[in-house]
């Protein structure tokens, strides 16, 4: 199957609903599993994963910004409950109220604007208070009294969520994970016993729910990563790997043109790849503004003709040149695939990842907005 578009990423709805399934499969029928779809579904497209989880009955769906949450009810996007993780600026008030997103709040001072801004509607504006429990990014840093009096005093401001965030859930060589669940379940027990209680606690993410660090699983998690078929590999001794899933897109790109170098003739800018023999190369219609990394230059593969084929010389902004020595069967206008699996032959993100000398979530989120989404 092929289209024609010089580059596009075959995203498959399917793959993505049958992660889904499996994530709430196995934090079981008490969890709520809440999609994360930011940064467009990490580059799989917010508007289509969305539809796909709605139709496989998601209630939550979670988002980094106000304008991502926006842009799903602009669209029709009606789930119940849109988190928004990375939480307001005053400005953006109004359109959380109007379009009923959910933020999470990450200072007390913004409990107060939300109820301010709840009063003047003539609503309450529910919101999920983060605790920074030790990962030193967004969260407040208040004690559970300060968080009881704030919460206490907000009427038009609802305490729906409690929620943290683990740094380092992947990594069993540290017990960070278990200190920032101490933590926050010190802070959650105080506020319990001031009669504060949220209805939603959650603080788990795909490594979280993969490596069945249940203790941190609540009544609802946050998946993100899995629902696009990556679980982040373990560090140090953990423990068996719970979550089934599959990577659900192919970015594929189009030979443009195919010639035969003799020895001795570099390639691409720089001139840091240079033929030892004569060889067949191809040059492919995708580049570093399409998402291929330039850390790929001379190192990275592409599959061509179901065999890893290596990129040579460096990669350019809209092209990429690769070697085709291996095959005569590939002609202009066929597809070499980028990521995804090709007779046999597999290249995923995290494999990319580690030769780009990154993680996989920055692969697919690097892939471009000049990549066609094609969704079967
Ligand atoms: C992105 C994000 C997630 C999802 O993480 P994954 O590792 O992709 O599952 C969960 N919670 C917060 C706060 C996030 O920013």
Redesign the pocket.
Known sequence: MSFPYRSYALISRERIARNYRNVCAVVGADVAV?G?I??DA?GHGALEVARTLEAEGARWL?V?SVEEGVHLRENGITAPSILV??GFLNYEIPALIEHRLTP?VHSLAEIGDLDRAGRLAGRTVPYHL?IDSGMGR?GTRATAGEIVAAVSGAAHAGFEGM?T?FAS?ADYTTPQTSQQLDFFHETLGKLTEAGVVPAYVHT????A?GYGRRGGWHNLV???????G?V?PARGEAPRQLLEVKPALTWKAKILAIKDLPEGALVGYGGSFRAAAPMRIGVIGAGYADGVFHRLSNRGKVIADGKLASILGTISMDLTTVDLSHTAALAPGDDVTLLGEEGGVRLDAQQIAKIAGTIS?NILCGIGARVHRVYT
Request: no cysteine.
């Open positions: 809440a994360v930011k940064a990490y979670a980094s993780m990375g999470a983060k967004l929620m965030h859930a788990s993410s795909t490594n729910i946050r998946a993100g990563h899995a629902l696009y990556y982040s979530y």
